[in-house]
């Protein structure tokens, strides 16, 4: 098959994926677009929002539709980092056996992963980079395609542990999740309160999504493109020439290389998912917001005076 009519094929199964989805998630339709995004170009995705939005139930209708196999770690503080890698035991023959922990599936849901000391955090993180864990001195690799969705509960912050800016950088989408609307509710309370159980169906296989990755990632992008990308994140670099006042003002530290990588991976999906050949300017601005959001890291000045990430980077288009 052409790359041509690999995305038109993209396009056709990428409709069918929303239609599906929908049958169990009313409305969150930015939200569910962006983590399909960060899943075809391959990137992992921290989903912020308050408890009950329905994050658990999102994750694992996308694995079912994806037809890839998921799990689910709820993070506590004494959760060790054994309890999701996995560890060794002895069998009855006194021979050594590794028992694969949770982190050993597709899709990933990292529930609250600010709730969990460093040292856990580490283990999922480096899973996340490498792909693959060390265990006893062995390494195993984990099965492509490989996904972390780590959720973090913005209220409630007494004895959380924050994730590290350098560790944050893994993730290439912050997703703000947000109240559903009044007629939204409404929708949600029918659906949720009767004994009607909605099934999805897989259509997609592993092999499949790790092709169209394989395909985003062939997919060309014109010089001017990557070159606003990259000028877009050194704008959010306070001590850069080229930053503005505003990120003078209210930023402490802009964003690093791997925004710029990000930035144009997310632009060749969302340029392929909307049928276009190759990524323009305003791809690189339509996924801008939330591979920038956790990057930015503002001063006391910002937060005294009110200012969001998003205005600051809606300065920078």
């Known amino acids: 098959m052409s790359d041509v009519s690999a995305v038109k094929e993209l396009v056709k199964k990428y409709k069918d994926l929303r239609q599906e989805i929908a049958k169990v998630i009313v409305g969150q339709d930015d939200v569910v677009n962006q983590i399909l995004i960060a899943v075809f170009s391959g990137g992992h995705a921290l989903l912020i929002g308050v408890p009950g939005l329905a994050k658990t139930l999102m994750v694992n209708t996308i694995a079912q539709v994806l ?9 506590t503080p004494d959760l060790m980092p054994s309890d999701i890698l996995g560890s060794e035991i002895l069998d009855e023959d006194r021979h050594f056996k590794f028992i694969k922990g949770p982190i050993f599936a597709n899709i990933i849901l990292a529930d609250e992963i600010n709730r969990t000391p460093p040292k856990t955090q580490a283990a999922l993180l480096e899973a996340m980079q490498e792909r693959a864990v060390t265990i006893a001195g062995h390494h195993y690799k ?3 395609p490989y996904f972390v969705l780590a959720t973090q509960n913005p209220i409630e912050q007494e004895g959380t542990y924050p994730l590290p800016e350098a560790q944050l950088d893994r993730f290439m989408f912050a997703v703000n999740l947000s109240y559903p609307s009044f007629k939204e509710e409404v ?6 309160t009767t004994d009607k159980k909605v099934e999805v169906n897989a259509l997609f296989s592993a092999e499949e999504i790790i092709n169209f990755q394989q395909l985003i990632r062939r997919i060309p992008v014109a010089d001017n493109v990557i070159e606003y990308a990259v000028a877009m994140v050194g704008k959010t670099r ?13 930023v402490d530290w802009g964003a690093g290389p791997r925004a710029s990588q990000n930035l144009i991976l997310a632009a060749k999906t969302h340029a392929a998912i909307n049928g276009k ?41």
Do not use: M
């Not at 037809?67 to 993070?75: A, C, E, M, Y």
């Open 277 to 317: 050949f190759s990524p323009d300017i305003e791809n690189v601005q339509a996924v801008a917001t939330s591979i920038l959001r956790h990057r930015i890291i503002k001063n006391y000045k910002a937060e005294a005076e009110g200012i969001s990430e998003e205005q600051i980077i809606k300065s920078l288009f």
């Open 187 to 192: 929708e949600v309370v029918k659906a949720t």
């Open 238 to 250: 306070p001590n850069s020439e080229v930053a503005t006042d505003l990120i003078k003002n209210y």
């Open 142 to 144: 984990l099965d492509l």
């Open 67 to 75: 037809g890839l196999d998921f799990k689910r770690i709820q993070f």
